[in-house]
């Protein structure tokens, strides 16, 4: 018998290598509003849930129109992307094979809006593994806090030491692991410069998903 019983997946950088995408939209909504954003405009944004970016945008640029304006701005410059183009990771089947056969349940917890994750993960034959979608959005927070992965892991119906949770951010790994998951860290090219930072918080970190043994996170 396995120690783990539940796992909560992130997916853009994780397993979608959709990442670079969301390095560029906001810079490229300010820009399409004449605005030109500041040079740190991304480490600004480090550990804002999407659903708090046009808020963020508001108040800090000044863009004009409503949120929900805002929102839809930026969406669709996403659609395109998550509806037709977003990739996964190599080795994501596998690592979801692996998991589910050894009866591991499995639910997302994603900053990205569902409208454009469930897509994305159903064109991509993903999203027969989850038994549900946890967005930052519906569940008005950010990764910067663990609720999203409470609340999950009471979905799960798992205690919180035996659910892992898989994350490539390093914002996302602290809280969690404050929280007292246990953390599966996974390289992104976009948190490059937080390696080592999130291997120290991890309970496991690997540099790409055919790397992971199951087996052992598992124990």
């Not at 995408?21 to 605005?35: P, Q, T």
């Not at 992104?188 to 996170?217: G, H, T």
Request: proline share 4%; with cysteine; hydrophobic share 40%.
């Amino acid at each position: 018998m396995y120690s783990i019983k539940g796992a909560i997946l992130d997916i853009d950088g994780t397993l979608l290598d959709s990442m670079h995408i969301w390095n560029h939209v906001a810079e490229d909504y300010l820009i399409s509003m004449g605005i030109t954003p500041r040079p740190d405009l991304n480490e600004e944004l480090l550990g804002i849930g999407g659903h708090e970016i046009p808020k963020y945008f508001k108040v800090e640029y000044g863009v004009p129109g409503t949120l929900d304006d805002i929102t839809r701005g930026i969406y669709q410059l996403l659609e395109d992307y998550y509806f037709h183009k977003a990739e996964l990771k190599a080795g994501v089947f596998d690592l979801l094979d692996g998991l589910s056969e050894r009866g591991i349940k499995m639910v997302v917890a994603t900053a990205t809006e569902r409208h454009l994750m469930e897509p994305a993960l159903a064109r991509c034959g993903i999203a027969k593994y989850f038994l549900r979608i946890f967005t930052c959005r519906e569940e008005r927070t950010s990764k910067s806090n663990p609720d999203i992965y409470i609340r999950a892991a009471d979905y799960l119906g798992t205690e919180i030491e035996n659910t892992l949770v898989f994350e490539d951010a390093p914002y996302a790994v602290k809280s969690a692991k404050e929280a007292g998951f246990p953390v599966v860290g996974v390289y992104d090219s976009a948190s490059e410069e937080y390696v080592e930072e999130i291997k120290s918080l991890s309970d496991y970190y690997f540099y790409s998903l055919p790397e992971i043994d199951i087996e052992r996170i598992l124990k």
